[in-house]
């Protein structure tokens, strides 16, 4: 692919640049198979996006440049903002007073998680400083993948809203604790006070910028109708902003923009139905998202012994979720059998996790790039596998249709 694209540069001069060139051709096939996927299989349309990254990826693509940094960074994490911005949005804080099992619930499978990855990759031969970190981007499940599944499925139903507020619990944790051990990565014989501060910092800088996002939109809302294209615009910028200062000034832009949207949830209370013209800008960088993080993920190196690892952290992962929804599910107002398919709707990573190990790579080259050999092989099985399993379990749960039943050109199922 390299000698095809320095064939182009030879005689291709767009005043954009060619990169520009690259990546808008990438996404319109990701555009057309993510169609064909969801049309013909039924699937999500982001199992064809992931695809198409993969395949460029592989076929090596260089467009996407690891680690993260500069416009490619500030597109991922703005994409990754404005969805769990949505996800934040989606949860009331007064609903853990009425239903306090419920963050029991996200606590007890966010630490069984960590700690079962955590002993089995030391039990793998892992050195202490790649197991913590490669355990912290192990708990962060993926609201990016889940919301999309939900969304080309249309599901609805108490597993799926179960789903995407442990999986956006379990994404604030992992960003707290993921960006502020990416501060003290290197150094050893940390006091407690020390451990403790970057997670002070990280936090307290992101609620700073969700607090400003959230008056911002709170004032807003007064003023502008919340279904006008303006509106929406308002909604791009000040979250562009925030991504751009959150990560600035020392906090996690991400993290900014769940705690905005639960911040907005409790100012603005009255169901506040999400602008229908940020549809298509939100679908587009979506898109952008799921092509940007399989390519960068196909770019890592296999082998046997990092093949063994991942599957490991993948088995062990899947059943620490499932296992910790199921015991925090006595007394959350869920069955046993929505406890096991709410756990397997939390396996897929993506974004979330590429961005945390993009932080470690950055504070430490060495250590990093140990943690991102085992972290780009698993993001990339789970985004696809994840969305397919997370796909399944809404189905089993009665909630959507067949996730492998071919849909319609508007996409609608056709099959039983």
Known sequence: ????LSFWAQWLRPSAGLPTVQWSLLLAVAAMVGYLVQRHTGLPKMVGYSLVGTVAGLAGFSGAVWPLQGISLFLLELAVAIVLFECGGRIPLRWFRHNPMVLVQSIAESVLTYFAVYWTLIWLDLPVQVAGPLALVALAASPTVLTRVVADTRAAGPVTERAIVLTTLSTLYALTLGSARAEVIDRKGLTLLESIYPVVVVLGVSIVVATV????????????????????MLFLALVAAGTAVAA???GSAPLAALLGGM??????PRPW??????????SLLTMLMFV????????????????GVVLALIAVRLLAKVTGVAL????SGASWKQALWVGCAMTPMSAIALLIASRFVQAAPATGQAIASVTLPA???MEMLGAVIASFAIYQAGESAKPWAPRGPDGDGHGS
């Open 379 to 381: 993001i990339l099985l």
């Open 273 to 282: 139905a999400w602008p229908h013209q940020l549809g298509n800008a939100s």
């Open 263 to 268: 911040l907005l949830k409790q100012l603005n």
């Open 1 to 4: 692919m390299n000698e095809i």
């Open 248 to 250: 600035h000034m020392g």
């Open 213 to 232: 996002l959230a008056l911002a939109l709170r004032t807003a809302l007064r003023l502008m109708s919340p279904a006008s294209e303006n509106t929406s």
């Open 328 to 331: 925090g599910n006595v007394g």
């Open 292 to 307: 940007l993080v399989s390519t960068v993920a196909a770019q890592a190196a296999w082998n046997a012994p990092v093949a």
